[in-house]
């Protein structure tokens, strides 16, 4: 909205009546924000001789006269506040932005505003107006500002339709610290760290940036901070549980009265639209020849992708189907019923087939069987549906057709058991009778058109029948009574006795097969029963893996099989003839008696008992085996008891299993601690006055993932490990302690006060430091809290312990990194010949050049530092790899290459060396783009890299190495010169060979 008001020479009424008609009609009923400001004298702004001057005047001097109810509302004011204010009040944070924007106010004659305002957490847009007297002199302006934060909630409702999105306040103080003063909910789930992992250090977040990304990243913010503008970029994360990411990020800058800027804005996990992309892509060119088709919308109901056959089924082209809805193509509106079917098979996974009719571009209708699948991302939201559509108007009309005849025969074979078929000459189904249903399973209507000797056969006998009926047929013979295996629409076998005749016409060929089929599969199977029944009965004791006995009427054993006779120690024929009690003892596991004997509950009950538990069989040798068991009646056909079965098995693997199961769900497989779930579990048990005073301790490792990237994951889990024992050592029985993330442990301490948990603490440090792993240093980080009273949330504790743990991090977090950075220098002193030397030359050669190139203390001072650090990455690369004599391999050349990259990520772990760590990463890139890792070239190779690159280079070819022949000095300059301008910056090699060397 525009307010502009110029009041000019009709204009007979006096400033302040004017003013009070402005109030009478927008300040009285209007929900926009009015605030007027005037001048004691008009003034010539156009005609100004000494405009700096004039807009000082008017900067400073122009006051508050008028203000609205919306105004106060709007922004958390009291009118004390603001009557007499000037814009040199309002802009008192920042005078030289304020100026500008007042400069531009007066040129043009209004402002338009566009801002977030912070103190009532509003986006707002107005206007501010000049107002000018009848003479066309300025005497004051007008501000008109409202609300539209629900637009810009809606924009981000709709962004979240489709991506995961965060709202976040990142702020960069004056010294150059970040931090993250809040998050929304979903910051966890996109960066998988927790809000107070940046609430005062950023570094956590910078550390998920992937490192290729991380500079284009810095660059967008350092724009954006300068030009206090709209942030907006692309950038990957390394997920720890999801890989790689992608990020957006919009956020809107302001900057505060101490000269920090705070942005506000949203991050947006757009991973799976980037996926998408790509795969829509790629499924352009798989579905472009296909004959169905094919209609691909999105998760908002548009069109995105639509084939070739789709324009030719549709009479669309294809630019005309995309972005509109496919509902375009239907003739009527899906009924609710369908439509809620067709949502619920999409959701779970399913594919819809429908069938419905359809409408050309041209208008025609025709029939149109299709499918729907829909297509979830990785967090189970849909995406995207594909739908395959088909014309089956001719097929249907046929199907139709086809039906119709069948009720000539329909009455005919309506009462009969048999199934009465009529086959063309290509053996294809015409007719089928009800009978079908009964025997095979199938509907009439699914039979009619298929192969009647093809698709029914057992595939066993399918080759041999299928000659037999093919000969018949082609000598025009009846069939008569012809055994035929078929299979049923279940899968089960069935056996039918088929009779026919052929059809012949009036030139006495045949047409077809009049058929009749008789179901003798119950005769069949029962006959098949009868003769194996005793030979399957004898293999199935055999070969289960149950134990088996059977009892006659007076509870004797008559039948036990190798199992059975196994685990209670008899033979069968040792058993044979003797009650079951003697032979198939069980024991009562709680109070080791002789249990009751499962046939005696048998016969008393007349029917199956099954144990619940496990009980103890005791076998022939004293042996005690867990076993469940169940006991079955043998009836007679008269109904009679005539004896029983007992089936048992052992249950000792099993139990074993359970035991081992049971303790991998609550136990942390690298430390042998418990694990989260089971610190979970035991905090709300442990949550009770019995246990008061109860301390909360949280431990976590200081620079775990340092020790990952300087000697390895091995190494970090060795360092995990140690940390670990030193707590199973140090805690007390009844203490509780689990590793409840990568670095974080949580020890639960029952009936501990503060003097206690102190000196477990204290314990524990002690023990670190004199914990022996190899080269890495352990360092905890521990705060604890303590819950004195049931009144007192354990939540609270668990977070003021966290808290603690925190602030102890900070403190003694860089100091041990800084020890690791010192312990990588001594073992790559140690491990490889003569690096000390080298890196103690490069370094001073480097601190030469700088000085020669005139660069500032800080700039020597951090290429000094730089390449001092500049081989550290081959911490990771073997020794004999380094003072190999010989000839590197292709696989041993890519590894050592790999030195750089190692590098970086130590010093980025390391406050102070974090702007250094750039260098190190670059340090092996050629001018000419055709080194390593990235093939930089030219000036993207930042300077410090560049000289390092020179600098060491010449030390290496003037040092003995065991794998080349040591060059003389004026050797080495001359491959220096040789390579300037392709390997090396040729500027920086002339200031070495002329300024430093000589």
């Not at 814009?87 to 924007?101: C, H, R, T, V």
């Not at 067709?342 to 087939?353: D, H, M, S, V």
């Not at 055709?930 to 890299?945: H, R």
């Not at 040789?978 to 300024?995: M, S, W």
Request: with cysteine.
């Amino acid at each position: 909205m525009v307010v502009m008001i110029i009041l000019g020479n009709e204009a007979e009424e006096s400033i302040t009546k004017i003013i009070d008609q402005l109030m009478g009609l927008f300040f009285s009923q209007g929900s926009i924000a009015i605030l007027i400001m005037m001048l004691e004298n008009p003034i010539n702004w156009n005609g100004a001789k000494d405009r700096q001057k004039t807009l000082d005047d008017i900067f400073h001097n122009e006051k508050v006269i008028k203000y609205n109810r919306a105004y106060l509302e709007l922004f958390p004011l009291i009118a004390e506040d603001l009557l007499g204010k000037s814009p040199a009040d309002f802009y008192s944070f920042d005078l030289d932005m304020g100026k500008n924007i007042w400069g531009s106010l007066l040129d043009n004659g209004r402002h338009h505003i566009d801002a977030y305002e912070q103190r009532s957490g509003l986006w707002l847009e107005g206007e501010i107006v000049g107002i000018h007297d009848k003479s066309g002199l300025l005497i004051g302006h007008i501000t008109a500002i409202w609300e539209l934060t629900y637009k810009k909630e809606y924009n981000t409702g709709k962004d979240r339709l489709l991506n995961k999105i965060t709202e976040f306040r990142f702020m960069q103080k004056k010294d150059g610290t970040a931090s993250f003063p809040s998050v929304s909910d979903e910051f966890k789930e996109i960066f998988d760290l927790n809000p107070h992992d940046v609430l005062y250090d950023a570094h956590a977040f910078f550390d998920r940036v992937f490192f290729a990304d991380f500079d284009r990243l810095m660059a967008s913010i350092e724009q954006s901070l300068n030009n206090l503008s709209m942030l907006e970029t692309e950038f990957r994360i390394n997920h720890p549980s999801k890989g790689q990411r992608w990020i957006k990020s919009i956020a809107r800058p302001d900057k505060l009265t101490d000269g920090s800027i705070v942005w506000h804005g949203y991050f947006s996990d757009i991973t799976e639209n980037k996926k998408t992309e790509e795969w829509i892509g790629f499924l352009s060119t798989v579905l472009s020849n296909i004959s169905d088709s094919v209609i691909i919308s999105n998760n908002i109901g548009e069109i995105i992708y639509a084939n070739q056959s789709a324009s030719k089924l549709h009479g669309y082209e294809i630019d005309e189907l995309l972005g509109n809805s496919p509902t375009m193509l239907n003739v009527n509106p899906v009924p609710d019923q369908e439509f809620q079917k067709i949502i619920k098979a999409l959701y779970e996974g399913r594919t819809y087939l429908g069938e419905a009719p359809s409408r050309r571009k041209d208008g025609s209708i025709f029939t149109c069987e299709y499918t729907m699948t829909a297509i979830f991302d990785d967090n189970g939201t849909m995406t995207a549906c594909i739908g395959i559509q088909r014309d089956i108007t001719e097929r249907k009309n046929m199907m139709e057709a086809l039906l119709k005849s069948n009720k000539r025969f329909e009455q005919l074979t309506k009462q009969s058991k048999a199934i009465a078929w009529e086959i063309d000459k290509n053996s294809l189904i015409t007719y089928i009778s009800n009978g079908i249903q009964d025997v095979l399973g199938y509907k009439p209507e699914e039979i009619v058109g298929k192969s009647h000797f093809g698709d029914f056969l057992s595939p066993p006998h399918r080759v041999a029948v299928q000659s037999k009926i093919e000969k018949i047929f082609n000598e025009k013979k009846d069939l008569t009574d012809f055994f035929y295996p078929a299979v049923r629409k279940s899968g089960e076998n069935a056996h039918l006795v088929i009779n026919g005749m052929p059809i012949v016409n009036d030139s006495n060929d045949v047409t077809g097969y009049h058929v009749l089929s008789i179901d003798i599969t119950e005769k069949v199977e029962m006959a098949l029963i009868i003769e194996n029944e005793k030979e399957r009965y004898q293999t199935t004791l055999l070969s289960v893996g149950d134990g088996v006995i059977s009892t006659d009427d007076f509870g004797n054993i008559t039948v036990m099989n190798p199992v059975a006779e196994k685990l209670t120690g008899w033979t069968q024929e040792k058993a044979i003839g003797k009650p079951l009690s003697e032979v198939f003892v069980i024991m009562e596991d709680e109070t080791e008696r002789i249990g009751e004997n499962p046939a005696k509950a048998v016969f008393e009950t007349k029917a199956s008992v099954k144990s619940v538990d496990p009980s103890t069989l005791v076998s022939a040798s004293g042996a005690k085996i867990p076993i469940v068991n169940n006991a079955a009646p043998i009836i007679s056909n008269s109904g009679q008891i005539t004896g029983t079965v007992i089936v048992f098995r052992d249950f000792s693997e099993y139990m074993e299993r359970q035991k081992q199961i049971e303790f991998l769900s609550f136990r942390d497989p690298l430390t042998g601690l418990y694990n989260r779930r089971y610190m979970e579990e035991t905090k709300a048990r442990m949550d009770s006055a019995k246990n008061l005073p109860l301390t909360i301790m949280i431990l976590d490792v200081n620079g775990l993932k340092l020790t990952n990237d300087a000697f390895g994951h091995k190494a970090g889990d060795e360092l995990l490990k140690t940390v670990a024992d030193i707590l199973k050592s140090v805690c007390r029985a009844n203490d509780v302690c689990a590793r409840v993330g990568g670095d974080e442990f949580f020890i639960l301490l029952p009936h501990t006060d503060e003097n206690s948990a102190e000196k477990i603490k204290q314990r524990i440090i002690k023990a670190s430091m004199k914990a022996k792993l190899d080269s890495v240093v352990v360092s905890l980080a521990i705060g604890y809290a303590i819950k004195s009273s049931m009144k007192e949330n354990i939540d609270h504790t668990i977070i003021n312990a966290d808290n603690l743990m925190y602030r102890e991090k900070l403190k003694f977090g860089k100091t041990m990194r800084n020890e690791t950075i010192e312990t990588v220098l001594r073992n790559i002193n140690f491990k490889y010949d003569k690096e000390q030397i080298h890196t103690e030359r490069v370094s001073q050669y480097c601190e030469a050049i700088a000085v020669a190139m005139g660069m500032s203390e800080k700039e020597i001072s951090d290429t000094k530092i730089a390449a001092s650090l500049h081989d550290i990455g081959k911490i990771m690369v073997p020794p004999e790899l380094l003072n190999k004599p010989g000839k590197l391999t292709n696989e041993e050349y890519t590894i050592i290459k790999r030195h750089p990259e190692t590098g970086y990520q130590i010093l980025r772990s390391v406050d102070e060396y974090v702007t250094l760590a750039k260098y190190l990463l670059y340090h092996h890139e050629h001018w000419d783009g055709k080194g390593y890792p990235e093939g930089l070239s030219g000036d993207a190779i930042p300077l410090q890299a560049r000289i390092i690159a020179v600098a060491d280079a010449y030390e290496a070819m003037t040092a003995a190495r065991p794998y080349q022949k040591t060059r003389t000095a004026e050797e080495a300059k001359a491959e220096l010169k040789r390579c300037a301008g392709t390997q090396f910056d040729p500027e920086i090699v002339n200031i070495f060979l002329e300024k430093v060397l000589g």
